[in-house]
């Protein structure tokens, strides 16, 4: 893990927000890495996808949340009915999702899950942990895709079944090959291989709360 300022101010983040699907009830979006999800506590920490796109969508809401470092889909509800709708498809996991990510070093298997439950490690805030005793269960299965020598890391789509805080960071790590610029669980190797956090959230697929119909998102891997 590497030193965290406290309090943590985040650095700027300068590329755009991008709309990859809108009407009246809901936006699709393609989050930036190094943008919060939601505003922090800190002033210095206003900036963040919400607070962008209730500028121009007074009314826009977060069904759910992507870590500062993740880039890729979000759906983002644009009245209290929809939000409703899109958080229960997430609780009952009827929400597809698939991240791409370059992990440390070459996995052995071509695809395989991973089953660990995770708990908030409540001494080291904001890390998660594996704790069979307290933990929620989380898996994670895990396809890969290719293997790469420069840097020496390993391709792989991840589908999440759970939707557990940091779940693919630290399954990453817990299996040994933490996600490529990962700053909390890779190793030191890991984290300066990239200069950000080399997951991104490629797909999404849910049912649309208004007109019933199936909303495929793609936004494709920009590394």
């Known amino acids: 893990m590497q030193p965290q300022a406290d309090p ?13 699907y809108q009407d009246e009830h809901l936006l699709l979006i393609n989050k930036p890495s190094a ?9 210095l920490n206003k900036d963040s ?7 121009d969508f007074p009314t826009a809401t977060l069904a759910h949340r992507l870590d500062f470092g993740t880039s890729g889909l979000m759906i983002v509800a644009l009245n209290k009915a929809v939000n409703a709708d899109i958080t229960r498809q997430f609780q009952e996991r009827s929400v597809a999702k698939r991240y791409v990510a ?7 298997e071509e695809s395989g899950e991973i089953d660990l439950p995770i708990a ?11 704790c069979y005793a307290t933990g929620k269960p989380a898996q994670s299965h895990y396809q890969v895709l290719e293997r790469l020598e420069n840097p020496f890391a390993t391709r792989v789509l991840f589908t999440p079944v759970t939707g557990r805080t940091h779940q693919l960071r630290i399954h990453s790590s817990e299996i040994g090959h933490g996600i490529l610029g990962c700053d909390l669980y890779a190793s030191d190797e890991a984290y300066s291989l990239a ?3 080399l997951l991104h959230a490629e797909r999404i697929e849910f049912e649309h709360p208004v007109s019933g119909e199936q909303v495929k998102g793609f936004c494709p891997c920009p590394f």
């Open 8 to 20: 943590f101010i985040v650095p700027l983040c300068t590329e755009q927000i991008e709309i990859i």
């Open 35 to 43: 943008l919060l999800s939601l505003s922090g506590k800190h002033p």
């Open 49 to 55: 996808v919400h607070w962008r796109l209730v500028q």
């Open 102 to 108: 370059l992990l440390h070093g070459h996995l052995a």
């Open 120 to 130: 908030k490690n409540r001494i080291n805030f904001p890390l998660q942990k594996i």
């Open 195 to 197: 200069p950000r956090l």
